[in-house]
């Protein structure tokens, strides 16, 4: 079942694919986004968080969750 709904998320995301982005110029790097994203696609190297479109769902519960509003649809 985790196989198909998987499949069926990356088909999905293949046709609608919005890529959302983080504003390095308004992120304050609070981390609030890694913990709201239930894919694990936010990474933070250095001080510098971004999101992988290859693992984002689009679901914005990044830009939803950032205080400081640094996460948009691209």
Known sequence: MEVALSSLRRAVHDFHFMAYKIDTENCV??????????????????????????????CASCESTCPNGAISAG
Do not use: F, L, T
């Open 29 to 58: 790097a609070c981390g609030a986004c890694v913990e709201a994203c239930p894919e694990g696609a936010i990474s933070e190297k250095d001080s510098v968080y971004s999101i992988d479109a290859a693992k984002c769902i689009d």
